[in-house]
């Protein structure tokens, strides 16, 4: 790790200790710790789908209370990602690490051979989708890589600060408000034109589309371009380009949090780690140039690093835009429940695109379903 030194300089006496597992498998070995007391780390990583579940389970540090006073400290982060590390009644269970800008990312060689520039593809949703039956006519190229990924960004069209995305402040279940079926008609509209490769997130088939140049678009957080610079698609070097998100969409989509939990043994050595993995600019920016991890911390982003060409974007100065997009993107409020309503509609979903379920009833099913399970918890 990168930082390690830095944690040596300060803290020699104490061991830095990393576990890492594989994505699903950390979270997973996470919940069973937290559940049952045991093999707790003094500082837990969190991703962002998860935040909303482990916030809400009393297991962690409240962080603005003494003596980490993390309240004090938060205009040192884009407000977005502190608003999405609080848990309920005013607490902050996580700070944030690094976060995901919502951008659009395209093979600009495809654009190219099918006459479609880039105002084409972010003017708007029907634009959007124009140019997509254009690209596959040209090129034989999907526009995206699954009609999912349209219906997740969607999603989050419109939102403003303070607005949940599944549930209002009161709890409520906000699945078949008009966000919601405009979310799933765009992405039942993708599927029928035959505009996406059906290649589901992290799989073999999803990875080979970006190597193989089988998918035009992308619609995901800044992080993605690290992902196919250093391991995905590395091949690719100089084809892509980073875009807004269509329509002028504001989102995140992913990033990481640093949580204490309340059994942690060595609370102040976890807090100061903390605040040097989020809060120490040399160590964002390195993140940010290693890995693409682009920074939460407010200050990094007016360093002249946010300025540089990425050579795997062709030499786009594309942190600019996602500097822009960053500062942008409102304060939505986490639930506990986010990540059961992440899986409820995302089968819903399915079932529309895959089995013609009318998009009303399917919107229905899945606010009783998740108001079922949710009691239930």
Request: proline share 5%; aromatic share 8%; charged share 25%.
């Given at each position: 790790?990168?930082?390690?030194?830095?944690?040596?300089?300060?803290?020699?006496?104490?061991?830095?200790?990393?576990?890492?597992?594989?994505?699903?498998?950390?979270?997973?070995?996470?919940?069973?710790?937290?559940?049952?007391?045991?093999?707790?780390?003094?500082?837990?990583?969190?991703?962002?789908?998860?935040?909303?579940?482990?916030?809400?389970?009393?297991?962690?540090v409240d962080l603005?209370?003494?003596?980490?006073?993390?309240?004090?400290?938060?205009?040192?982060?884009?407000?977005?990602?502190?608003?999405?590390?609080?848990g309920p009644g005013?607490?902050?269970?996580?700070?944030?690490?690094?976060?995901?800008?919502?951008?659009?990312?395209?093979?600009?060689?495809?654009?190219?051979?099918?006459?479609?520039?880039?105002?084409?593809?972010?003017?708007?949703?029907?634009?959007?989708?124009?140019?997509?039956?254009?690209?596959?006519?040209?090129?034989?190229?999907?526009?995206?890589a699954d009609a999912?990924?349209?219906?997740?960004?969607?999603?989050?069209?419109?939102?403003?600060?303070?607005?949940?995305?599944?549930?209002?402040?009161?709890?409520?279940?906000?699945?078949?408000?008009?966000?919601?079926?405009?979310?799933?008609?765009?992405?039942?509209?993708?599927?029928?034109?035959?505009?996406?490769?059906?290649?589901?997130?992290?799989?073999?088939?999803?990875?080979?589309?970006?190597?193989?140049?089988?998918?035009?678009?992308?619609?995901?957080?800044?992080?993605?371009?690290?992902?196919?610079?250093?391991?995905?698609?590395?091949?690719?070097?100089?084809?892509?380009?980073?875009?807004?998100?269509?329509?002028?969409?504001?989102?995140?989509?992913?990033?990481?949090?640093?949580?204490?939990?309340?059994?942690?043994?060595?609370?102040?050595?976890?807090?100061?780690?903390?605040?040097?993995?989020?809060?120490?600019?040399?160590?964002?920016?390195?993140?940010?140039?290693?890995?693409?991890?682009?920074?939460?911390?407010?200050?990094?982003?007016?360093?002249?690093?946010?300025?540089?060409?990425?050579?795997?974007?062709?030499?786009?100065?594309?942190?600019?835009?996602?500097?822009?997009?960053?500062?942008?993107?409102?304060?939505?409020?986490?639930?506990?429940?986010?990540?059961?309503?992440?899986?409820?509609?995302?089968?819903?979903?399915?079932?529309?695109?895959?089995?013609?379920?009318?998009?009303?009833?399917?919107?229905?099913?899945?606010?009783?379903?998740?108001?079922?399970?949710?009691?239930?918890?």
């Amino acid at each position: 790790m990168a930082a390690a030194p830095r944690w040596r300089a300060r803290h020699p006496a104490v061991e830095l200790k990393l576990l890492s597992m594989q994505y699903a498998d950390h979270h997973l070995s996470m919940t069973t710790a937290l559940a049952t007391g045991s093999g707790l780390p003094d500082v837990m990583a969190i991703d962002l789908r998860y935040i909303g579940k482990f916030a809400g389970s009393g297991g962690f540090v409240d962080l603005n209370q003494a003596p980490y006073l993390a309240a004090s400290h938060a205009d040192d982060y884009v407000r977005f990602a502190m608003a999405q590390g609080a848990g309920p009644g005013g607490t902050q269970v996580a700070i944030p690490a690094d976060i995901g800008p919502g951008t659009l990312i395209y093979r600009k060689d495809l654009l190219d051979r099918a006459g479609v520039g880039e105002a084409e593809i972010t003017r708007d949703w029907s634009a959007y989708l124009a140019a997509g039956e254009r690209i596959r006519k040209a090129t034989g190229a999907y526009l995206m890589a699954d009609a999912a990924d349209l219906r997740d960004i969607a999603l989050r069209q419109g939102l403003q600060d303070g607005e949940g995305l599944y549930f209002d402040a009161d709890g409520r279940v906000l699945v078949e408000s008009a966000r919601f079926r405009q979310a799933f008609e765009l992405g039942r509209a993708a599927r029928r034109a035959g505009l996406d490769a059906r290649a589901i997130a992290w799989t073999n088939d999803w990875a080979a589309g970006f190597k193989q140049g089988r998918i035009a678009t992308q619609m995901i957080g800044a992080w993605l371009v690290g992902q196919l610079r250093n391991w995905i698609a590395p091949a690719t070097s100089g084809l892509w380009r980073s875009a807004p998100l269509p329509g002028g969409v504001q989102a995140a989509y992913g990033g990481s949090f640093y949580a204490i939990p309340k059994k942690a043994a060595n609370k102040a050595a976890a807090w100061d780690f903390i605040r040097l993995m989020t809060a120490d600019a040399a160590v964002q920016r390195e993140s940010l140039k290693a890995l693409d991890s682009f920074p939460a911390m407010r200050a990094v982003l007016d360093d002249p690093v946010m300025d540089e060409p990425i050579e795997f974007l062709g030499g786009q100065r594309a942190r600019q835009l996602w500097r822009e997009t960053a500062v942008r993107i409102p304060a939505i409020p986490v639930n506990r429940f986010d990540a059961l309503a992440t899986t409820v509609i995302r089968d819903e979903f399915e079932r529309v695109v895959a089995r013609g379920k009318a998009i009303p009833e399917a919107l229905a099913d899945a606010r009783r379903l998740i108001e079922r399970r949710a009691r239930r918890r």
